[in-house]
C-alpha cells in the first residue's frame, strides 16, 4: 500500500525550531516531487515548500523564506522539513505531498497537481 507519513510535529516556542519528516512506504521517492503544504485553523490549506526528484530546484512560499529549508536522502526515503525561527503564525497541520510530473515551477503549491497525501502532523508554536 502506497503511504506517505509525517512525523517530528509538536509545541514549540516561539524562536525555537522543528524537523519535520515525509516518509514513504510501498513506493520509492526518487521518483517524485515533494510538497509540503500547511493548514491553520479557520484558514484554507496553503504551500509551504517543494523540492523536485533530483533535490536540485527547492521552492518556498513568501512566509517561509529564510527561515525554513528542505532536503531529501533518497536512500532514507525520506524528504525533511526543517523550521527555524518559528512564529505562531507557522501554526497549523503540515502535510506532505507527492507527484512524479511536478518539477516545483511556477504552480508548484498547486495542490491539485498532487497524487499522494500524508495525513499530516501539528505543529503548535506557543510560549
Known amino acids: 500500500q502506497w503511504q506517505l507519513v509525517e512525523s517530528g510535529g509538536g509545541l514549540v516556542q516561539p524562536g525555537g525550531s522543528l524537523r519535520l519528516s515525509c516518509a514513504a512506504s510501498?513506493?520509492?521517492?526518487?521518483?517524485?516531487?515533494i510538497g509540503w503544504f500547511r493548514q491553520a485553523p479557520g484558514k484554507e490549506r496553503e504551500g509551504v515548500s517543494c523540492i523536485n526528484r533530483s533535490g536540485g530546484r527547492v521552492k518556498f512560499a513568501d512566509s517561509v523564506k529564510g527561515r525554513f529549508t528542505i532536503s531529501r536522502d533518497n536512500a532514507k526515503n525520506t524528504v525533511y522539513l526543517q523550521m527555524n525561527s518559528l512564529e505562531p503564525e507557522d501554526t497549523a497541520i503540515y502535510y506532505c505531498?507527492?507527484?512524479?510530473?511536478?518539477?516545483?515551477?511556477?504552480?508548484?503549491?498547486?495542490?491539485?497537481?498532487?497524487?499522494?497525501w500524508g495525513q499530516g502532523t501539528q505543529v503548535t508554536v506557543s510560549s
Open positions: 505531498a507527492a507527484d512524479r510530473w511536478i518539477v516545483c515551477g511556477s504552480r508548484w503549491y498547486d495542490q491539485a497537481e498532487y497524487d499522494y
Open positions: 510501498g513506493f520509492t521517492l526518487d521518483y517524485y516531487a
